[in-house]
């Protein structure tokens, strides 16, 4: 029997990023269905007790700065830890994928472009026609999508996933939800594949 595990994330978030495609890897080792869940994150933090980068202590910011280093090396990848649009409002593009996903697609190659946009090529993600124009790479019809993701049903789902993602004790993203444990930041990817590997029956707080 196929296990499903629940991916919770934003399209702004650099740790998503990092973690995506060491992530779908274990996925594909695994044979695991995914079911993306792109939460609204301030909505989240407000009801998790997070706080918005810009609001955090400096020594946090730092060390935050220090870590996106440390993990962009460790997983061989190459992009700026400061990048020209970032903060940036990911709303539309976390809207996108769910507009996607109601249309029975696969949103993980155009989720990978999207990460690359902000974090590799500084590219806008809250521009419209930036995502319309990763759309059209992915080979989803661009407009359609666009205007679903700017709808009212589409916003319900995206305040749902925030309900989903706090009823499921999630407070962050990335977050990997496997039978109700919940495996926290792309450097527990491992220790979910570890979980996955050994059959072992989830843990319990």
Do not use: C
Not at 30 to 38: F, G, I
């Amino acid at each position: 029997m196929t296990r499903t595990i629940t991916y919770y994330f934003t399209s702004s978030s650099p740790w998503t990023h990092i973690g995506h495609e060491p992530f779908l890897e274990v996925v594909g080792r695994h044979a695991l269905k995914v079911e993306y869940r792109p939460m609204p994150v301030p909505e989240v933090f407000a009801r998790t007790g997070g706080l918005p980068l810009g609001q955090r202590p400096k020594q946090r910011q730092r060390y935050r700065l220090l870590e996106l280093q440390r993990w962009r090396d460790r997983r061989g990848m190459t992009f700026n830890i400061q990048p020209r649009f970032f903060p940036v409002d990911p709303g539309l593009a976390d809207r996108s994928v769910i507009a996607l996903i109601a249309r029975d697609r696969d949103p993980g190659a155009y989720l990978r472009r999207i990460f690359e946009t902000v974090w590799e090529e500084e590219g806008d993600i809250s521009d419209a026609g930036t995502l319309a124009a990763l759309l059209d790479e992915a080979g989803h019809p661009a407009q359609a999508v666009l205007d679903e993701a700017r709808g009212n049903a589409v916003e319900a789902l995206y305040r749902l996933n925030a309900d989903s993602a706090v009823a499921a004790d999630v407070f962050g993203a990335p977050s990997y939800v496997l039978d109700g444990e919940v495996f926290w930041g792309q450097d527990r990817v491992e220790l979910l594949d570890d979980a996955l590997s050994s059959g072992r029956a989830p843990y319990k707080p």
